[in-house]
């Protein structure tokens, strides 16, 4: 008889692993490497223990879709084998097609989404898999029938993200982002083909809401967390621009390939799997042991980020509700050139500013439904138990060294 | 050297008790009453695990309380070590008057508020303890000149909403009612005698504000919580008006003088220590043993409440958003009476309609102040952050049993 | 479609309850009655939060045995529909015989032993259900050819030492009596129709015996508490010495039966359906209120009893390793009679000796059976990672007043 | 004023970081280089969950620490805050020795234990901070005269174990191996200058006992993990071999300074500052970025090894009581042999035997001594309430590739 692999969780107790396809494709080198990436980048720099993976969000995703599943076919809905495999493989591999640190490096290392280089991967795996995943990648592209399967993959209240909230306030410690994944999905029913939750859901899916918005603002974009996260981005910006003109910087083989050439979206048309396979040896150590190296690197500009980033010695953040004016950002820069003493091409690594933004419910989207006891459905913002004022929130940052000491 | 004692709380782990006059008033049987008064009156039909006690609830609140004054202190903020056994025993006491089944049964076993009751009970333990508690009074009236002591006892963030919201959602198993208590405790400061909240603890506090919400409606106002409360009050007004019309039912002596007798605040004035006695011997446990008496009761309205009570056969309750319209009212007054075949005057114990009511945040009253970094103190409404959209929520019920049976 | 209930809980999240007979019989008033018999008598005076019963206990435990049920039928044990449902009203309704204060009153009430009751109890349902329960009843007395079934509801890894370990620790807040009960459900199988734990188990089973013995030691058999549950049993006592000497004591009729009648299990041959009625009359409320009452009682020493139990007036206990030397127990009379100041006949009440015991694993009862990897099956003494070395641990008390202020 | 600085941290909540030179030590590049060292090395192959750092370790027993200083200064004894700072730096500082992947690396990149190094360093940072660290060495090498304050870091109860134990329990996800840290310390005292546990918290002991022995079983020595962790030390070694006989592996410059050298203990009499800066600048993702690359490495054995431990595709590993037949590990080589088809001196490398032993409680050494309240302090092992027959397990593994593909 088939045993299951169990495996313990501290989120969620015990994760059973179903056996046949799922099993194996957890076991291939590709999902493997989303071990050696942290979900959450270099927010560790503020809560230690944030140091989880893609690798485990994407199990816990896994596992919250065998309980949708579970309770959907309870409440009649239908959902066959073939269905139920199909969307248990879309969510365990929605993201792995994230490289180095998830979203900080997203678009400096290479030109592509995240989700397309998913998608790529996906393709991949079906050819090798011989088609079995087929029915999967109709899931993920949002193209199969039944259209509440792909939004539990991707949507207002998808697995994902009650999962990465969860998951996210539990090893951060922010207990006050935790939410009721298990009442939510218990709230959960379809109608007319789409997801829906049921009207007394309301409460909790509202509560998911603010607690989502306050990881945003508490943790994702901490105001150290996004100094950290903008200095790796400036690091290998650097790095790339020393690449491109000539540097023989030390690094590993794919690491270097990325850093001298510029990869995008029509590349994989005509290259994919070789394409593929340098993007899939490429991960957080790569780049971690490029920054210790760099630490020692003769331009100033790299050593002095790396040093920084690895000892953490992280720049200063302002953030404020209103755009940073051009007299003060001048300003910041003629001071840190004084103090840098350098090259004048060289102070937009040094100093910078930018913006970030948050949409607590998008109205203007796919709204989530309500359904009511009469058998009514309707958007959530139109119940009167609705009191979010949702707004998208923009802050503005100017980060730069703090100056205390010697840049060298 | 002194001992502290030492409590074990599945809430908080350990809790402290302070030695002296702190350790003496729990030890009094004033105090040691309130173990046998349960927080959340009926709530544990539907959530049983929600046994927990005002006793418990005070200690709680005490435990939060030394946090608070602790982080005040850190931050500069001066509290004498008189100021701190005031407060301290303040929020001890803060819900002394409360009497059997709490706010349910608040104005039908006696015309007062609790609130008033405790203070009662305070002055006299302050009596018995030769004005140890003047202070303590002074804080609980909001005499005192250093205003934020009484707002820790009584305000937007007082030590007894964070107890209850955790300790209720906690016993409840609503782990969506979770609130970042020590959060907010560690982001309390003062400013002009006033209590503020530092800038970055305005997620916490708005989390705060949506928890609570979402424990009104889901757990303090749910509708079967809801039902079981109103029946009991519909049980002890028959009761009521069967003892004033010179039946002689069964109950303890406390019980029986309060169905009797009608006592007002004036009554205090002129009555204070006896009508105190009376009080302090009541609690839940003389409700609930003469619900088990009337379930015999010749009186078939007072045994039919009583029985539907004791073994959980509660009546439907319709809740809605609009009022109910008369003629339903009527029609289901005209269903019940024939199913009940009894007499007209029967009917507004069986079928009753009204209405409960929730202001997630009232701006109206004194607004939750926020410290920003520079200084400056604002409500929070003001924030460009706040995005609740506060509304007074009124829901309405309609109540009447389900007849399934025959009536008895 | 047919939707079940689900409730909240908060030691294990939610809690699905099957419809049908098993729904049924938690809405029968024998069951709703559970509500009002406290899981672990009168610990909450020492660990305030320990006021969870019977009913809510009896649930958790069903809700282990789905997890078991589920879990041995996926390694391929068959249990058929039928014997799911009797083992789960089997594990129901197993506590159901107890009275007020579960054990504390056990043989002080009534003659007769709570599993007889409970036995009776089930008998009485089956009438009732036309049958439903006989494949329970079999299972629960042990005359099922299934034994491991029988092994699930009353053995040495039952459902019941699961749940009420789990949730006597979670509510007293003592952690360290937290069981992996998940982890010895998923470890348990059956073999030769026996319960077996495989052998990857054995850590946690151990764990287990530890954590059961912490609990008897720091929580069950604490002093405090042992003195507060003895002196309640002294009350009853003499409760009952006066009743039964004329005595006209307030009280609930079921009480005053209780107090007067000597029931025996042979009445119950010739009585059942009576005695039944009276018995599922009887909670911890008619014990409560009738202490309250007999607080003024003109017996010097049931008021004096009375009184300092509910005004938490606890005796001292002294607990020791060897028997009280009988020196020890006249001088405690003497010095206690000097203080009491009344009649030779009282002191029993006053100052009593008495003993406990606990034993963490009884190799001479039926062992544990450890399941090994080679298709081998052992008693867990044998195995080389057995480390305990078990005993029948004794200890004896003397209880006796605290004699610092007047007796009355 | 000074404020501390507040760290959100998923075990205990908040942890309050003092100021002074303790923030100092942590902001230092060599305790943040604890960073990069997970505390249990490859565990998280098998409990993915476990990637926690030293750096979180290091804070925690921290965070112990003060509550130990507090519980004990609350009894009376004496701690002046010179010595609470010592034994702040010296519980903050004792694993600053770790290298990467901390014990499984231990005497394979250097042949010096890690205690030793936390000297070194801890004597290297006390000349930066001129002597500021000279009282935290003495404590750190039980030379204070204050005997309990070394127990406090190193000893039965210390510190240290209170905090890896509860930290990898929570971070495994393996609940049972919770242990109860706050009741431990707060039943701590100290007599004749010696740390002792009062009475009343042996039982609290004996589960902490329990519960190491079930994480060194069920967790540090878990079969997949031991195998993980053995195949890496086989890496290395392998690496050593090539790199000292003449091969050019890639690495960064710390690892191939110690691939290439054996640097022993006397090496750091005469090279201290230069050693430990190498030492210094390697971590584990040294290890990993090795790893990586050496999947590439023509010789086969470490390309194998490194695509094993990369992809994880690993060993098999027999885990039994009795050593390991010398005929079975022959047979074993055979049959590897012939699938591997390479040469006679690559066997070692993959086929291997050792064992591994762990002792519940040793009462060879310092015992953990007990108070009793007469004032009596005795050995544990003689009290009646002990009955752990603590032994000293050894198991002894055979470990082999499982030969279902072709090697490479």
């Known amino acids: 008889m088939l045993r299951q692999k169990i495996l313990n969780d501290p989120v969620y107790g015990f994760i059973d692993i179903p056996s046949g396809i799922i099993f194996q494709l957890i076991e291939h080198p590709y ?31 896994l596992h919250l879709m065998q309980q949708a599943i579970r309770t959907l076919r309870e409440k009649g809905v239908e959902i066959t084998p073939e269905e139920a495999e199909g969307v248990s493989i879309a969510i365990l591999l929605h993201d792995i097609g994230h490289g180095p640190f998830s979203h900080t490096l997203e678009h400096t290392l290479i030109q592509v989404h995240h989700e397309r280089i998913s ?11 011989q088609g079995a995943l087929s029915l999967a990648i109709q899931i993920f592209r949002d193209e199969y029938p039944k259209k509440f399967l792909s939004q539990l993959v991707s949507g207002q209240l998808d697995m994902d993200r009650l999962d990465y909230l969860t998951r996210d306030s539990f090893f951060t410690g922010v207990y006050e982002g935790v939410i009721g994944y298990d009442r939510i999905i218990k709230m959960l029913s379809v109608h007319d083909g789409e997801l829906v939750v049921e009207e007394k859901g309301i409460y909790s899916v509202e509560k998911f809401l603010i607690s989502r918005r306050l990881m945003y ?8 967390v996004l100094s950290a996260e903008q200095m790796l981005v400036r690091t290998l910006q650097r790095a790339r621009h020393l690449a491109t003109t ?4 030390p690094g590993s083989p794919p690491l270097r390939f990325f850093l001298t050439n510029t990869v995008t979206e029509n590349d994989f048309d005509t290259n994919r799997d070789t394409l593929l396979e340098y993007f899939a040896a490429l991960d957080d150590f790569d780049i971690v042991a490029a920054l210790k190296n760099w630490m020692y690197a003769p331009d100033r500009v790299l050593a002095f980020l790396a040093q920084s980033l ?17 007299a003060r950002m001048e300003e910041m820069k003629q001071q840190v050139a004084g103090w840098w003493n350098g090259q004048a091409e060289d102070i937009p690594y040094l100093v910078f500013a930018g913006q970030e933004s948050n949409n607590t419910y998008n109205t203007q989207k796919a709204e989530i439904q309500i359904l009511y006891k009469n058998g009514e459905v309707r958007p959530m913002s139109t119940s009167v138990d609705f009191e979010i004022q949702p707004r998208n929130t923009v802050k503005y940052y100017l980060c730069y060294p703090k100056m205390q000491d010697q840049p060298l």
Chains 1, 2, 3, 4 share one sequence.
Do not use: C
Request: no cysteine; aromatic share 14%.
């Open 246 to 249: 000539g540097w023989d910087l």
């Open 310 to 326: 690895i000892n953490r010695r992280l720049f200063k953040l302002e953030l404020q509700n209103t755009p940073i004016a051009i």
């Open 217 to 224: 603002w508490q943790v994702y974009l901490h105001k150290t």
């Open 119 to 129: 998608a790529l991967f996906m393709e991949k795996l079906n050819e090798e898999f």
């Open 31 to 61: 999902f493997q490497r989303l071990r050696r990436i942290k979900q959450v980048s270099l927010t560790h720099y503020v809560y230690p223990g944030a140091l989880h993976t893609r690798f485990h969000h994407a199990l816990g995703a």
